[in-house]
């Protein structure tokens, strides 16, 4: 062969070659076999315009290879040439707002004029959930644009995950499930031995608090709103960062070492709701930001630890991730995030104009399909360094069979599924002789098989009561779930059960009614059980009712226990259930909480017992006893004794003749002014909630009445309420006691042991004993019958709120004993009635040993005033018998009625012997009825009811007194020309002095006045019955 025809064939063989080539090359640019030439593709006509169909391509992993599979469909086997537009955003709002003709800029959302030239028809995997604000502003003010969206077949989930490598650790070694959030409680399991320390993550490569989520003064609000956690954030509400980077749980705040490391990213994704979780479930959790997107995605992998992801994704496959399971609530409260975070069902996003412009793409839109397992082993692939568009080949190639039912068929009326036979005019019809095309189903409709003599096909049928859709060109209806109803057929979605009801089980058309007056804690519920008692009430453990709450408790409602306020106390010691107990007194003893919260070391009703070997605090609580708190007892005991024997000393050498003037009124205004403590007492037995200082006076004053608090008598032995009060009522008996040993001792050493004669000493020694303490006994005997009235309707004692009233044997036996002991002052009164009465008697017999005897009633008062002895007495007891009504305000306006008329009394009668003690009285009764006047306007249990009854009383009182005022004026007036002296002297004053001292010298030489008045001067004794003559 020669050159030229060398030339030749070597030429035709490079030819051949080349053709080869160009088709191997074609054919390798295409996926499909039978796929259609580039030169045939066409573009979609919108409005006139012609324009590729656009794609707008996620910038994520999940979304660029499923993006791709619909891409290379709608090219080689629908023959549409395609135009790719996307955007950095990590986010598929730009997708959404794309295809709306919208955009945004700096929170501003704008939307342009003209739609019909939006190049963008097509997003694939839309993630609803995450732009919920701008997705419903759209929907709002643009409801034409906005995109039909059709489901992908698969969901996506952002949650807490670990690698597999720690999961299978821990179950290996100690049989703990880490895939389940009850395995980290610190209470029962030591997760953190199977995770790195977080120290082992270099700081350098975490973003400091201040510039995350974590720094922001609303987070503290929004985590505690779940799961109260005070000091995890300052009082601006940011989080507490000890070093600036790691926020630590509760549990293990005290000890960061023993936190498990939780990572997130971008601006502190979830933190919110990481710290509700780690707080709530007793989590030993460590949390903190990444500095940047390639630290977030590489440390979990060089790291042992928890980190927040979410899937379908690529980041981290290689560790096999394993989602952490927390509990689930299908309608949590907004801002609650401390159970499972919800599925995402992703879709894709359709321009409207798509359904006329390009049908078959339309179509095949709606069809599109991937199964959870299809869409991670094309991630893995792409993990292992594929393109997107050559995994996406491998699967169109490896299931073909699949997405060719996706294709359209060439009948009109071959409806897929997903669509349904539809009329020239648009409207859904059910019969394929009334059809020209098909549509796919509308929210609330379902595509249902219909199958004619031309083969299958699809229908739209509305979804019915009970359940709803809320896609497009869907092939069933989603029964509604727990907790949601639908009873209109063909709605797009089910609605919430409203409050104070429920739906157990699926697919209600209505919801249950709650019971019993119980309501639900918001909308949405499954289950009868959620249905609780609401707030202001609780739920009876017996019964199941619900109780409403008691005065001084909070109750929440919704199944949380029922919790004392601050001075009160819930309690369970009653038989009948939960009573609510009011601390009188001192409110800090009880402050509030839970069931019998007490101050520390108080226990008991009302918080009102110290414990064992324990003595009250000013704070309210109870301390240790010490050394030195046996000391106010034994102070107690030696005051009481020096004062009886001052008191023995004072009457057994006590002289009327040669006692000065101002001894004699020094002793007595000291006596009055012990008496007026005693009454300002009484006064504080009221219902009164004192300010300071009053509050410390009126505490002072309790100790002048034996109160075992100050004295501390729990530090001294263990005494039982009724062991304190007989002890209260032998302190009169041990007294006397005291005086008589007193008076045998001091008989027998200065006087030979004539205690006969020197019993005048020992009967005035009781006298002034009694008359100056008569009030305080009193108010001892009455204590059993002063009880005050708490929220539950149970009564307690006042002095002793450990004892119930009329409930308890204790309180009867203490009844019983009082009743007994009050004995004591009705024989000291009568006793003081027969020797008033015996006063003129005795005096016109000249016996001076009776009026030594008994001074402690004649001393102090003039003799014709003598009865005014008795009255005082009956207004000291009726003054400690006041305190024992149960309404303080008539406690306090029976007060004042009993110091206006001692008042008055005083003004009248003068009964004083000496002025100024008259004026001292006037004073003391004015002091104490401006004491209590002021004691009403801090009155605690005010009955206002009362009032009315009260000015009532005092307006019939004034009606009657008014008449006998008059007539009492009247015989005044008739008795005033009588003489106001009942012995004639002398007209004279010269005369009558005479007389008088002619008198005394008389008496003093009569043997018939002096009889009984042996060891006495003549002298002595007829100084006596001249007294009594000048009085």
Not at 538 to 554: H, N, V
Not at 708 to 725: K, Q, T
Request: aromatic share 10%; glycine share 8%; proline share 5%.
């Amino acid at each position: 062969m020669g050159a030229p025809e060398c030339g030749m064939v070597l030429a035709a063989f490079l030819l051949v070659l080349f053709a080869v080539l160009c088709i191997d090359l074609r054919v390798q640019a295409a996926c499909l076999p039978d796929a259609i030439l580039e030169e045939k593709l066409q573009n979609i006509v919108v409005d006139g315009i012609s324009m590729p169909l656009g794609f707008w391509n996620a910038n994520w992993d999940s979304g660029n290879v499923v993006g791709a599979v619909v891409r290379l469909i709608c090219v080689e086997a629908l023959g549409f040439r395609i135009n790719i537009t996307g955007s950095d955003d990590v986010s598929s709002l730009p997708g959404l707002l794309a295809l709306a003709g919208c955009t945004r800029k700096l929170g501003d959302l704008r939307c342009t004029e003209n739609v019909a030239a939006n190049p963008h028809h097509v997003a694939v995997e839309f993630w609803r959930k995450y732009n919920p604000v701008e997705e419903a502003w759209v929907q709002t003010n643009y409801p034409e644009r906005f995109p039909h969206s059709f489901k992908l077949g698969y969901v996506a989930v952002d949650e807490l995950f670990l690698a597999t490598s720690e999961k299978q650790a821990a179950y290996s070694a100690r049989g703990l499930a880490l895939q389940f959030y009850t395995s980290y409680d610190v209470a029962w399991n030591k997760a953190r031995d199977f995770f790195d320390s977080y120290t082992s993550i270099p700081a350098s490569r975490l973003a400091k608090c201040t510039d995350t989520k974590a720094g922001a003064k609303k987070l503290g609000p929004l985590v505690q709103q779940f799961a109260p956690d005070l000091a995890g954030f300052d009082p601006s509400g940011a989080a507490n960062c000890p070093d600036g980077q790691w926020w630590f749980a509760p549990s293990c705040r005290s000890t960061p070492d023993e936190c498990i490391p939780v990572l997130t990213g971008g601006n502190g994704w979830m933190l919110d709701g990481l710290m509700q979780r780690a707080i709530a479930f007793n989590m030993p959790l460590a949390l903190a930001t990444a500095a940047s997107w390639g630290d977030y995605v590489s440390l979990p992998s060089a790291h042992r630890c928890l980190f927040l992801s979410w899937e379908p994704s690529t980041h981290f496959l290689e560790r096999q991730t394993v989602q952490v399971m927390f509990p689930e609530n299908d309608q949590p409260a907004e801002g609650d995030k401390r159970n499972k975070a919800p599925t995402t069902v992703l879709s894709t996003l359709v321009h409207q104009a798509l359904e006329k412009a390009a049908p078959r793409a339309y179509e095949v839109l709606q069809q599109v399909q991937f199964s959870q397992a299809d869409v991670m082993a094309m991630l893995t692939e792409l993990k292992g360094g594929g393109r997107p568009e050559d995994v996406a080949c491998k699967w169109l190639l490896n299931n073909t069979r699949k997405w060719r039912e996706w294709l359209p068929k060439d009948d009109p009326t071959d409806c897929l599924s997903g669509q349904g036979l539809v009329s020239s005019s648009g409207e859904f019809v059910r019969v394929r002789a009334e059809a020209s095309a098909c549509a796919p189903c509308v929210a609330g409709f379902f595509a249902s098989k219909l199958t004619d003599d031309r083969g299958l096909t699809h229908t739209c049928q509305a979804c019915a009561v009970g359940q709803s859709q809320p896609m497009w060109g869907s092939e069933t209806c989603t029964v509604c779930l727990e907790g949601y109803f639908q009873d209109i057929v063909g709605q797009s979605a089910c609605m919430r059960c409203a409050k104070g009801s429920y739906a157990k089980g699926l697919g209600h058309s209505v919801c249950t009614e709650c019971s019993g007056g119980k309501t639900t804690d918001g909308t949405g519920f499954r289950f009868a059980s959620d249905c609780q008692c609401p707030p202001g009430t609780y739920q009876d453990a017996g019964s199941g009712a619900c109780m409403t709450c008691s005065e001084g408790a909070t109750c929440r409602g919704f199944g949380a226990a029922p919790e004392a306020s601050p001075g009160f106390q819930l309690s369970q010691i009653l038989s009948d259930g939960l009573s609510v107990f009011a601390c009188f007194g001192d409110p800090q003893r009880c402050p509030g909480g839970g069931l019998d919260a007490c101050a520390s070391g108080r226990r008991g009703i009302a918080c009102a017992e110290c414990e064992p070997e324990m003595s009250p605090a000013d704070t309210g609580c109870c301390e240790p006893c010490g050394r030195s708190d046996v000391l106010p007892f034994v102070a107690a005991i030696v005051s009481a004794c020096i004062c009886l024997a001052l008191v023995y000393y004072k009457v057994n050498n006590e002289d009327t003749a040669r006692q000065s003037y101002s001894a004699w009124l020094i002793t007595v205004v000291f006596g009055q002014s012990m008496l007026n403590l005693q009454l300002i007492g009484a006064v504080s037995r009221i219902s009164v909630q004192w300010p300071e200082p009053a509050r410390s006076c009126m505490k002072f004053l309790k100790g002048l009445a034996f109160d075992p608090e100050i004295l501390r008598l729990g530090c001294v032995a263990s005494f039982s309420a009724i062991d304190l009060y007989m002890l209260r009522l032998c302190t009169l008996p041990l007294g006397i006691a005291v005086l008589v040993c007193t008076h045998i001792v001091v008989a027998t050493l200065r006087h030979g042991g004539r205690l006969r004669e020197r019993l005048s000493a020992l009967v005035g020694s009781i006298g002034v004993i009694v008359m100056s303490l008569f009030l305080t006994i009193c108010s001892w005997i009455l204590s059993p019958f002063r009880c005050r009235h708490h929220p539950n309707g149970k009564w307690t004692m006042v002095e002793y709120e450990v004892i119930l009233c009329w409930d308890s044997a204790e309180h009867i036996e203490l009844l019983v004993a009082g009743g007994i002991a009050l004995s004591i002052p009705m024989l000291f009164i009568a006793s003081v009635i027969h020797l008033l009465r015996s006063f003129p008697v005795r005096m016109s017999a000249g016996d001076v040993n009776f009026l030594n005897r008994y001074s402690f009633l004649f001393a102090r008062v003039k003799p014709a005033s003598r009865w005014f002895m008795l009255a005082f007495l009956l207004r000291n007891l009726v003054v400690a018998t006041l305190p024992s009504i149960p309404n303080a305000f008539w406690q306090t306006f029976l007060m004042l009625t009993v110091f206006v008329l001692s008042l008055c009394g005083t003004l009248r009668f003068e009964p004083w012997k000496v002025p100024l003690l008259n004026g001292f009285d006037v004073l003391s009764n004015f002091f104490l009825f401006s004491v209590t006047g002021i004691s009403m306007a801090f009155l605690q249990n005010v009955d206002l009811e009362a009032v009315p009854e009260i000015m009532l009383i005092a307006a019939v009182c004034v009606l009657v007194m008014l008449p006998i005022a008059l007539v009492w004026c009247l015989a005044r007036h008739m008795r005033s020309k009588a003489k106001p002296f009942r012995w004639f002297i002398c007209h004279q004053k010269s005369a009558s002095g005479a007389f008088a001292r002619l008198m005394k010298i008389a008496l003093a030489e009569s043997k018939t006045c002096l009889g009984g008045s042996k060891g006495r001067s003549a002298e002595e004794s007829g100084h006596d019955h001249f007294f009594l003559l000048e009085s």
